[in-house]
C-alpha cells in the first residue's frame, strides 16, 4: 500500500532530478491516481513537502512545486555552506572511517557513470545527492535530512535560473573533496567544499541587487528604443505597423511531470 511517505519521497527524487520544475502543479486527483490512493494521503505527503519548504499550497489554484526568490536562493546556498563546512570542520577531532570512505567512493562511482550515460534525471539527481551522503558518513542523520531539503531547494533555484555550472566540474569537485579527507586534510576539503558551492551559486544568473520592478520596468520600456538605428522613417501621411508578434502559448502548468514519477 503507497504511503504519505512513498509520495512524497518520489516528488523529492523528481525534484533532485530535475523531472518537477519550479511552479508545477501537483494535483491531488491526478497523484491520487498516479500512486493508486486515496487524496487523503496525497494530501498528508504534500503537507509533509511544503513544511521542509518543497511545494507551496494556494486555496484557489491548489500545490505546487516552490518557485524560490533570489533572496531565498541566496539564503539557500548561505545555509548549506554553513552546514556543509560545519560537518567537514568536525573531523578535525576525528578521522573519517574507512566504511564511510568507500560509500563516497562508491557514490563518486555511479556519479562518473552517470556523466557517461544518457540519463540526465540520475545525473542530475546523483550529483545533488553526493551532499546528502556526505553528510550521512560523517555520522549525522538529522542534517543528512536537512540537507537533502537544501539540496532540493538549491536544484529547483538552479532550473529556476538558469545554472550553467557544468556536470562535469561538479563531479570532479566532488573527487576532490573526498580525496582531501581521504588524506586526512580536512582544512583542504573545507576550502573545496566552499570554493564548490561558491562556483555552484556564481554559476546562477542572479541579479546583484534585486529590483523588484525589473519585470514590469523591462515590460513598460518604450518600444520605440527596441528598433534598429538605421530604420527608415515612416513615410508621411501613412501609419505604420510594428512587425507582428506570435501571441505565446499558454505555459504549460507542469502537470505534465507528473508523469516522470512513476
Same mark, same amino acid.
Given at each position: 500500500?503507497?504511503?504519505?511517505?512513498?509520495?512524497?519521497?518520489?516528488?523529492?527524487?523528481?525534484?533532485?532530478?530535475?523531472?518537477?520544475?519550479?511552479?508545477?502543479?501537483?494535483?491531488?486527483?491526478?497523484?491520487?491516481?498516479?500512486?493508486?490512493?486515496?487524496?487523503?494521503?496525497?494530501?498528508?505527503?504534500?503537507?509533509?513537502?511544503?513544511?521542509?519548504?518543497?511545494?507551496?499550497?494556494?486555496?484557489?489554484?491548489?500545490?505546487?512545486?516552490?518557485?524560490?526568490?533570489?533572496? $531565498? *536562493?541566496?539564503? +539557500?546556498?548561505?545555509?548549506?555552506? %554553513?552546514?556543509?563546512?560545519?560537518? #567537514?570542520?568536525?573531523?578535525? =577531532?576525528?578521522?573519517?572511517?574507512?566504511?564511510?570512505?568507500?560509500?563516497?567512493?562508491?557514490?563518486?562511482?555511479?556519479?562518473?557513470?552517470?556523466?557517461?550515460?544518457?540519463?540526465?534525471?540520475?545525473?542530475?539527481?546523483?550529483?545533488?545527492?553526493?551532499?546528502?551522503?556526505?553528510?550521512?558518513?560523517?555520522?549525522?542523520?538529522?542534517?543528512?535530512?536537512?540537507?537533502?531539503?537544501?539540496?532540493?531547494?538549491?536544484?529547483?533555484?538552479?532550473?529556476?535560473?538558469?545554472?550553467?555550472?557544468?556536470?562535469?566540474?561538479?563531479?570532479?569537485?566532488?573527487?576532490?573533496?573526498?580525496?582531501?579527507?581521504?588524506?586526512?586534510?580536512?582544512?583542504?576539503? $573545507? *576550502?573545496?567544499? +566552499?570554493?564548490?558551492?561558491?562556483? %555552484?551559486?556564481?554559476?546562477?544568473? #542572479?541579479?546583484?541587487?534585486? =529590483?523588484?520592478?525589473?519585470?514590469?520596468?523591462?515590460?513598460?520600456?518604450?518600444?520605440?528604443?527596441?528598433?534598429?538605428?538605421?530604420?527608415?522613417?515612416?513615410?508621411?501621411?501613412?501609419?505604420?505597423?510594428?512587425?507582428?508578434?506570435?501571441?505565446?502559448?499558454?505555459?504549460?502548468?507542469?502537470?505534465?511531470?507528473?508523469?516522470?514519477?512513476?
Amino acid at each position: 500500500m503507497t504511503t504519505a511517505t512513498d509520495i512524497s519521497n518520489r516528488i523529492m527524487e523528481a525534484v533532485m532530478a530535475q523531472k518537477l520544475a519550479p511552479g508545477s502543479r501537483l494535483g491531488e486527483q491526478q497523484l491520487a491516481m498516479l500512486f493508486d490512493c486515496s487524496r487523503t494521503i496525497v494530501r498528508e505527503a504534500l503537507t509533509r513537502l511544503s513544511t521542509r519548504g518543497i511545494v507551496t499550497v494556494s486555496a484557489r489554484r491548489g500545490w505546487y512545486v516552490v518557485e524560490p526568490s533570489e533572496h $531565498e *536562493a541566496r539564503e +539557500a546556498f548561505e545555509a548549506r555552506r %554553513v552546514i556543509e563546512l560545519g560537518l #567537514l570542520h568536525q573531523l578535525k =577531532d576525528k578521522a573519517l572511517d574507512k566504511g564511510a570512505l568507500r560509500q563516497l567512493k562508491h557514490h563518486l562511482q555511479r556519479e562518473k557513470a552517470a556523466l557517461a550515460g544518457t540519463d540526465v534525471g540520475l545525473r542530475t539527481y546523483l550529483l545533488g545527492d553526493f551532499h546528502v551522503c556526505l553528510a550521512e558518513c560523517l555520522g549525522n542523520a538529522l542534517l543528512a535530512d536537512t540537507m537533502r531539503d537544501f539540496t532540493a531547494r538549491t536544484t529547483l533555484i538552479a532550473m529556476l535560473y538558469q545554472s550553467s555550472h557544468d556536470a562535469a566540474q561538479s563531479c570532479e569537485d566532488h573527487v576532490r573533496i573526498v580525496e582531501a579527507l581521504e588524506a586526512g586534510d580536512i582544512a583542504r576539503a $573545507e *576550502a573545496l567544499m +566552499a570554493a564548490h558551492i561558491g562556483t %555552484v551559486q556564481a554559476a546562477l544568473r #542572479l541579479q546583484a541587487t534585486a =529590483d523588484p520592478l525589473a519585470g514590469l520596468r523591462d515590460a513598460l520600456a518604450p518600444v520605440a528604443t527596441a528598433q534598429p538605428a538605421s530604420a527608415a522613417p515612416a513615410k508621411a501621411g501613412r501609419r505604420t505597423r510594428s512587425p507582428s508578434r506570435s501571441t505565446p502559448s499558454p505555459s504549460d502548468d507542469g502537470s505534465a511531470y507528473l508523469g516522470a514519477l512513476l
